[in-house]
């Protein structure tokens, strides 16, 4: 069973728009943490937010939000008044695993394209 | 924030040759170094988790006699590709765990590895 899934293979925003980007998440570990990152066709990650899995508020970061559903494994991210510059790859992520031992598996990505 | 760095950041090299990537963390030390490699239009794959002073613990499916991992120091691990064949052809990356709170990953800008 895939540990991350990105449903939206693609998706276009207009500018100044909001958008939302889904993942939804399988674990059985009590103890997660989930990022975004943000890969631009030059290729370096970038990380945009993390959320735990004990964390009671969603998380923020300048425009992007969290949307976390521990019930429903979900973890959508939010993107508030889309800017042309915003288009890019975009990854979910989870961490998993005890204290030295971690995993990350990424989902395969949604393409955000922003339109002017 | 933290910086990890990788060189080279593009080699070309013939099939049959062996081609080795360092990735370093320069202003932090790093337990845990992670290794993906994507291919185009793809998602981060992880290779293979490498803990300083002990050996890499690779994703299945992933032979560690070909892609040998070293992780002598806090602050370097090298990924060597031995005897690489255009199949190897891809973009890797390497990323090192923080010593945050939510246990950041921070990642090198990659590598592009083209095996003629």
């Known amino acids: 069973a895939q540990k991350i899934t990105q449903t939206q293979p693609g998706m276009f925003v207009q500018e100044k728009e909001a958008v939302t980007l889904d993942c939804t998440y399988d674990?059985?570990?009590?103890?997660?943490?989930l990022f975004w990152y943000k890969q631009p066709s030059s290729g370096e990650m970038i990380f945009l937010i993390y959320?735990?899995?004990?964390?009671?508020q969603n998380a923020t970061e300048g425009r992007y939000s969290l949307n976390f559903q521990k019930a429903r494994k979900s973890a959508n991210l939010v993107i508030s008044a889309s800017q042309l510059g915003d288009s890019a790859m975009y990854f979910c992520?989870?961490?998993?695993?005890?204290?030295?031992?971690?995993?990350?598996?990424f989902g395969t990505g949604t393409k955000l394209q922003v339109i002017p | 924030g933290a910086v990890v760095s990788q060189h080279p950041s593009w080699v070309i090299c013939k099939s049959g040759t062996s081609v080795k990537i360092e990735c370093r963390s320069l202003d932090f030390q790093a337990t845990t170094m992670f290794w993906y490699r994507q291919f185009p239009k793809q998602s981060l794959m992880l290779m293979a988790t490498s803990n300083e002073g002990s050996k890499a613990t690779y994703e299945q499916g992933v032979e560690k006699d070909k892609f040998l991992i070293n992780h002598a120091s806090l602050t370097l691990s090298t990924l060597t590709v031995t005897s690489a064949h255009p199949e190897d052809s891809s973009f890797y990356i390497c990323?090192?765990?923080?010593?945050?709170?939510?246990?950041?990953?921070?990642f090198g800008p990659g590598t592009r590895l083209t095996v003629l």
């Open positions: 990323s090192a765990l923080g010593l945050a709170e939510d246990n950041e990953q921070f």
């Open positions: 674990t059985s570990d009590p103890s997660y943490g």
């Open positions: 959320q735990g899995s004990y964390d009671q």
């Open positions: 992520a989870m961490r998993e695993g005890l204290e030295g031992y971690q995993k990350v598996t």
